[in-house]
Nanobody, 126 residues
């Protein structure tokens, strides 16, 4: 059973930074893509970034390119999402997720993921 657990959310002013963590087993990180998604109140869940296993290929939503960075740390069983230059529109619950299929690539479509964490709240406000 694949499990992922997010942490690191909080309240930050516009222009500030946060680092989110997604903890998973080494086996998960070595074999499964990890995706980060977010959901704002009244909106659908949207893909933010993802990390492919083995190759380490990454993808980003256009809205976060140049501001967010995803990275994997196998030694610490964690995938990080660094959020810089945060904007109020980045506010939402952030989730990490993994698919049940060992894709060699990663996707930013929520329906391609099967295992979800509980989410961590990010609020960007002055």
């Amino acid at each position: 059973q694949v499990q992922v657990v997010e942490s690191g959310g909080g309240l930050v002013q516009p222009g500030g930074s946060l680092r989110l963590s997604c903890a998973a087993s080494k086996e998960t990180l070595q074999n499964y893509a990890i995706g980060w998604f977010r959901q704002a109140p009244g909106k659908e869940r949207e893909g933010v970034s993802c990390l492919a296993p083995r190759t380490g290929a990454t993808h980003y939503a256009d809205s976060v390119k140049g501001r967010f960075t995803i990275s994997g740390d196998i030694a610490n069983d964690t995938v990080y999402l660094q959020l810089n230059n945060l904007k109020p529109e980045d506010t939402g619950v952030y989730y990490c997720a993994a698919p049940h299929v060992m894709y060699p690539f990663c996707l930013l479509t929520a329906t391609d993921y099967d295992y979800w964490g509980q989410g961590t709240q990010v609020t960007v406000s002055s």
